[in-house]
């Protein structure tokens, strides 16, 4: 090694960065660097030219300048002068500014460009690899245009440099990134997968770094890297420590390429063919025995890219998720870390084992590990390693262990660091929902919660137990009292004085029967929290009074003389003022009847997404089986159409819709409103044309509803201010019929309602529908029928559309939906063994019959979600036929008049990418593209 | 995807930075003011991974000098960590004994040789060799 004297000749640069250090404060140091700024930009302006090595010192220099953080805005002229010296220290320091101050949309990168081209076309490696390293790092798209042909070309010859490969890899990389568009896939594609095969392993890191990030994007172009990524990786887990000499590190041969090739893996499923698959298995084996041996080195060195290895290969494992016997060992070893005396390997093993939770296979081996995880949360030091271990607890909770998981949350949240007491609490709100089996047990957590982190209970948490309390009557009693004994503390949170004020308005009729909680107690209670509250919890405990006003006609008057008082009528805050004074009018002029009906009990919420849930993903959790547990159990309501209300529900007006105002506290509460004017928005109201001619355009969200009816034949088509449409419906072999429900959502007659069906001509041949024309007048609050007798003659793409006018008050209204009539309701399903489903594959083997699609999940993966779906969808799920477990293959018949269509189906799920391949089969090349366009919508 | 690489001493100031994706001078700046600070905050129980803003930090301290990479969640935490090392160990056989010093004055020399290992953000070569092959061609050339 040359020895290396500070400064290295450049005693300038040197005096300069003394001078730097000396400085004795900001402003000393800011007045040196403008004396030298100003100073280097004298000797760029001045007449004399200057020689390469004053450039490359002058270059240096500002390099150090804006390392400094001061920004440069000269010198970019004669950095791009250095680029065309033939002197390689020049050019160097030339590319180097260039690289570190030049940004991509720079208007310079044309000259830069001319620079590049050159040294490109040099055939001196250095040269080129300096080309190619700025290009890399500046990765334009004017650049992309230049070069994005002459790269790929650097990249395959026979002839390039192992080093020059390598930058031309990276430098492709980029291209990519940066312009996807410019870069096309060639003939060049197979042959930079064979770069997984090149004697040089520093070749086959860049490779494989790019083959990655192609496999991502194109995924069937480059399935053969997975074979060639395993041999390769085979043939370095299973090398003597010293075979690979240059890439071994500390004992450990190849580290960072292995780590990378079982990245690439993990683009991909298990690899299909067996003798692939089985030498997976072993190179996974091996690093997972490896980890077991005793350590070839005790530097530290040594195990750590030995563990960077063993963690990625245990990705691999999650990201299959199909070998059990590998996933139940990579368990026990991260068990064994989670007690390590490194704390960066306890942290990993904590986030690995997270992910590990969600695998059926390895659930319950996750779940022994549960004291070694709550000792973590009690003793470590770290808070991002106790961070991960409260989302373990959370990943690995289940029925069976949510009571001791959810405590020992509680009891850590009084401790937390206030960073993460946020999460904490979502996260506990979220199981004590999911897993409660007891609800009192749910109003226990949750208040206590509120006492703990009263302060981190957000919105969401305590609207949920609201909507739960007003939905299960089994725990409204429970609910109410211990509110009542939880406002008796001095000093309660705020939160609770809003789940009490709410919760007694509602339900504290449960438990005004005990003289300690006469009604009278209950008002005092709240009114004695009132004046302590922030103005919208006052205007919640005032809807509460007037409830009670309902609930106790005996405290009446104690109320209006509340309500009466200066400080509510004549309170600063108009929202206070407003309701006091609506409220003591209600009170006074309202008979009984209309109080009791205005007044009534909060109608149940509709069931929904946890608003809780929706939150925590926000915050970016991880998602685990948790999570898809919960969807799961709100999708399958969706798939069966179960307890869906009844088509028309004519109580809609005061059953608040999904998007109101979670409480109805943004609003005085539930006044019988006159309906609102549909013209808002404008969405299906057409206001201009009053003549029965033009047909609306499609309803929005229209699109989505019909997708949702594809696997499900029951539920609620379209839902406006005005109306709402419901359907059942029933199929057999090629006939079915429909019942469209209609409601009148208003109190207002709809006159001259005319629904017709509308069949574009190609669809009219193939699809025959019948129907009788209903009744013109639908009475206000009241629901009309329609049936539809559906006979399929032939296959068909287009779905028929519903239109329905009327007029309602003075408007004419004109509403379109799509008619959720599509092919697969003409399925029947057929059982079939494995050995006949594949002969039958084969059969089907035409390119024409084969449909394939790759699409990224829109839902949550989850198997039973998926089962649902394939037999809502009409074929049969046949079990045990695809050697893959994780996939899913379907058949059956779609029935026409004029013939029968056998159909196959196959859906591969890649749970790592998040992507699903879906492949059809049937013996017409039409109802393939159909079933496969209309199955691919539902996952 | 590796998105930037920092040397910061303990006193904040910036000895070498590095960034895979375009950042605006001031952000730059600020940034490496946050992270160092996050840095320094740690004791020695801590992990050396910490979730900053959409990216993981990954640091190790030599002496007074702190290497931080920021990472996205693409990356190893481990393999990035024994790969700071390695870079290290690198500098070390380079300049005989590396101090901060020999970054400040060579920093064009550290730069090739970051160059060399990394590059668009990945890791592209780790032999040591090969690593500091096209230097020694620099120093031969200079020397002549």
Redesign the interface.
Known sequence: ????S????MRG??VF?SDI?NCKSKEAEIKRINKELANIRSKFKGDKALDGYSKKKYV?KL??I??????IDFGHMEAVNLLSSN???EK??GY?FI??LV??NSELIRLINNAIKNDLASRNP?FM?LAL?CI??V?SREMAEAFAGEIPKILVAGDTMD?VK??AA??L??LYRTSPDLVPMGDWTSRVVHLLNDQH??VV??AT?LITTLAQKNPEEFKTSVSLAVSRLSRIVTSASTDLQ??T?YFVP????S??LL?LLQCYPPPEDPAVRGRLTECLETILNKAQEPPKSKKV?HS??K???L??AI?LIIHHDSEPNLLVRACNQLGQFLQHRE??L???ALESMCTLASSEFSHEAVKTHIETVINALKTE??V??RQRAVDLLYAMCDRSNAQQIVAEMLSYLETADYSIREEIVLKVAILAEKYAVDYTWYVDTILNLIRIAGDYVSEEVWYRVIQIVINRDDVQGYAAKTVFEALQAPACHENLVKVGGYILGEFGNLIAGDPRSSPLIQFDLLHSKFHLCSVPTRALLLSTYIKFVNLFPEVKTTIQDVLRSDSQLKNADVELQQRAVEYLRLSTVASTDILATVLEEMPPFPERESSILAKLKKKKGPSTVTDLEETKRERSVDVNGGPEPAPASTSAASTPSPSADLLGLGAVPPAPAAPPTPSSGGLLVDVFSDSASSVAPLAPGSEDNFARFVCKNNGVLFENQLLQIGLKSEFRQNLGRMFIFYGNKTSTQFLNFTPTLICADDLQANLNLQTKPVDPTVDGGAQVQQVVNIECVSDFTEAPVLNIQFRYGGTFQNVSVKLPITLNKFFQPTEMASQDFFQRWKQLSNPQQEVQNIFKAKHPMDTEITKAKIIGFGSALLEDVDPNPANFVGAGIIHTRTTQIGCLLRLEPNLQAQMYRLTLRTSKDTVSQRLCELLSEQF | MIKFFLMVNKQG??????Y?E?VE?NK??LL?TEVIKSCLS??N???????YKDFKLIYQQYAALFIVVGVND?E????I???V??FVEVLD????RVSE??I??????V??IL?EMV??G??????R??IL??L????K???S
């Open positions: 090694m040359p020895a290396v500070k400064g290295d000749g640069l040197a960065i250090r240096c390099l150090f804006f390392l400094l953080g001061h920004d002197r390689y220290t160097q320091i180097l690289s570190v940004n991509s250095t690899g390293h890399a790092n990765g080093s390598q930058s990276l430098c990389l980029r392993l520093g890191t860049a770094s240059d890439y590190y190849a580290p960072w390429l780590v990378k990245r060195q750590n890219a563990n960077a290895v963690f990625e990705s704390t960066n306890r942290y990993l030091r770290d991002s390693v | 100031q910036t000895r070498l930075s590095k895979y375009h001078i730059r700046t490496e740690r004791s129980e801590q992990c050396s991974f910490i979730e693409t190893n935490e481990m393999a960590y024994e790969f090392h390695n056989e380079y300049f005989s010093l020999d400040m004055f060579n920093l064009d020399k730069h090739i160059d590059l668009n990945c890791i592209v070569e780790t032999n060799a090969r092959a096209p020694q061609i620099l120093d050339m200079s020397e």
